[in-house]
Nanobody
Framework: QLQLVESGGGSVQAGGSLRLSCAAS????????MAWFRQRPGKAREGIAA??????YYYDSVKGRFPLSRRQDENAMSLQMKSRQPDDTAVYYC???????????????????WGQGTQVTVSS
C-alpha cells in the first residue's frame, strides 16, 4: 500500500530551526503535486506549502520562514522550519496528489495520499 512517512517533529524552543522530511514508500511513479499541511489545536487542517505543477507555493503565515525543497524526480520533500513560534505548534502532515483543481493546492480535500503526521510543539 502506498504510504507517505513524515519525520523530524518534536518539542522545541521558539526561534531556531527544525527540519521536517517526507518520503513515499514507492518510487514507481512521481507524484505531480506534494504538499505540507498542519492542524493546530482546535483548528481545521490548513495547507502551508506545496509543490504544485512544478512551482512552489506558500501560505502567508509561513512565507519566508518555512522553505520547502523537493528532490527532483523523487517522491520526497522537506520543510525547513525557521523562526518557529508557539503558534506553529501543530501536527504536520505531508500529502500527495497527481491532479488538483486549478490553484487549489491548499485544500486538503483534493489530496488522496497522506502521511500519519508528526507532532511539532513550540514553547516560548
Amino acid at each position: 500500500q502506498l504510504q507517505l512517512v513524515e519525520s523530524g517533529g518534536g518539542s522545541v524552543q521558539a526561534g531556531g530551526s527544525l527540519r521536517l522530511s517526507c518520503a513515499a514508500s514507492t518510487t514507481a511513479s512521481r507524484f505531480e503535486n506534494m504538499a505540507w499541511f498542519r492542524q493546530r489545536p482546535g483548528k481545521a487542517r490548513e495547507g502551508i506549502a506545496a509543490t504544485y505543477r512544478g512551482q512552489i507555493y506558500y501560505y502567508d503565515s509561513v512565507k519566508g520562514r518555512f522553505p520547502l525543497s523537493r528532490r527532483q524526480d523523487e517522491n520526497a520533500m522537506s520543510l525547513q522550519m525557521k523562526s518557529r513560534q508557539p503558534d506553529d505548534t501543530a501536527v504536520y502532515y505531508c500529502a500527495a496528489a497527481n491532479w488538483l483543481p486549478g490553484g487549489l493546492w491548499y485544500e486538503h480535500r483534493h489530496y488522496n495520499i497522506w502521511g500519519q503526521g508528526t507532532q511539532v510543539t513550540v514553547s516560548s
